[in-house]
């Protein structure tokens, strides 16, 4: 089973700061995946990765970038935080896209931005 | 965008009774269904994969399709108190590996 790691797993942000949550996955899955959970929204996709150098915008890109500068590294950069994004960020790898593709996800990073 | 739409928003049941759990969605060319579980402060955990129309069983979950009425459900035989969490279904079209989530069912399933 993949294995998908997150740092780090609380963060407390201020308003204007930059933050970097990273995201680190085992078994040299191709894409990869940030999501962020509020109540009421499920999960909603923010940027996404087909492999090292590629970046993709989701569905809620604004706010955000991200930066893939290996196969097992992702991270999602908040460059000016503000108290709207604050949530739970969830990293996801996965295969090659296919009937038989699953998305594995990491443990979440609770962010709060004051 | 696909809509995803989970009901109910909250189940109790007592340990033992099936449960059953619904997802409806908007885009009748979704191909590729998920039920994902997550406990608590936990992260995603999936329980059942399913591409075409009929049932799919994985232990004790049980995920039926039916695309013409543009519905995917889950149902869980024999729940323990250690199910209790929220369930999350999940959809993507073809040739597109983005998952979009309802958003969630939280059940509880009582001794």
């Known amino acids: 089973e993949a294995a998908v790691t997150q740092s780090p797993r609380n963060k407390v942000a201020v308003t204007g700061g930059k933050v970097t949550l990273s995201c680190n996955q085992t078994?040299?899955?191709?894409?990869m995946y940030w999501y962020r959970q509020d109540t009421g929204h499920g999960l909603r996709l923010i940027h996404y990765?087909?492999?090292?150098?590629?970046?993709e915008k989701g569905d809620i890109p604004d706010g955000y970038k991200a930066s893939r500068p290996s196969q097992e590294n992702f991270s999602l950069i908040l460059e000016l935080a503000t108290p709207s994004q604050t949530s739970v960020y969830f990293c996801?790898?996965?295969?090659?896209?296919?009937?038989?593709?699953?998305?594995?996800f990491g443990p979440g990073t609770r962010l709060l931005v004051l | 965008q696909q809509k995803v739409q989970q009901s109910p928003e909250s189940l109790t049941v007592s340990e033992g009774a099936m449960a059953s759990l619904n997802c409806t969605f908007s885009d009748g060319t979704s191909d590729n269904f998920r039920w994902y579980r997550q406990h608590s402060g936990k992260g995603l955990e999936v329980l059942v994969s399913i591409f075409s129309d009929g049932e799919k069983e994985e232990g004790r979950f049980t995920a039926h399709l039916n695309r013409a009425s543009l519905h995917v459900s889950l149902h869980i035989r024999e729940p323990q108190p250690s199910d209790s969490a929220v369930y999350l279904c999940a959809m993507s079209r073809p040739n597109y590996n983005v998952l979009y989530f309802g958003s969630g069912t939280k059940l509880t399933v009582e001794p």
């Open positions: 078994n040299n899955h191709n894409n």
């Open positions: 996801a790898s996965g295969e090659d896209w296919g009937l038989q593709d699953t998305q594995y």
């Open positions: 990765s087909y492999g090292a150098g590629s970046t």
